[in-house]
C-alpha cells in the first residue's frame, strides 16, 4: 500500500500490516471512508509536525460533533470546506 506517517502498511487479503516508528511524523492523507477519515484524525493528532487530511467530508457525515469536541479538548485544527 505504501507509506503513511512514516510507517509502512501492507494489504494482503483480509490482513494489514503495519510497521511503523514510536513517533509518527506529519503528512497528507486521503479519508476514503468515515472509519479511515477517523483513523487517520487519530493518528495526525498522534503525529508530530502538521498533517492535512481530505475526505473529511465522510467523517462530518457520521460524526460531526467529533471536531469541535477535540477542539474543546485542546487539539489544534483548521477545518476548510471540501
Known amino acids: 500500500m505504501g507509506h503513511s506517517f512514516g510507517a509502512t502498511v501492507n494489504a494482503s487479503g483480509p ?3 503495519v510497521r511503523g516508528r514510536s513517533a ?3 503528512t497528507e492523507v486521503v479519508g476514503e471512508d ?3 477519515a477517523t483513523a487517520l ?3 495526525a493528532l498522534a503525529a508530530e509536525g502538521t498533517s492535512t487530511i481530505r475526505g473529511m467530508y465522510h467523517l462530518r457525515r457520521g460524526y460531526g ?3 469541535p469536541k477535540l477542539a ?3 487539539a489544534d485544527l483548521t477545518i476548510d470546506q471540501e
Open 41 to 43: 484524525v487519530i493518528a
Open 34 to 36: 468515515i472509519r479511515a
Open 65 to 67: 460533533g467529533l471536531l
Open 72 to 74: 474543546a479538548l485542546g
Open 24 to 26: 509518527l511524523k506529519a
Open 15 to 17: 490482513v494489514i500490516t
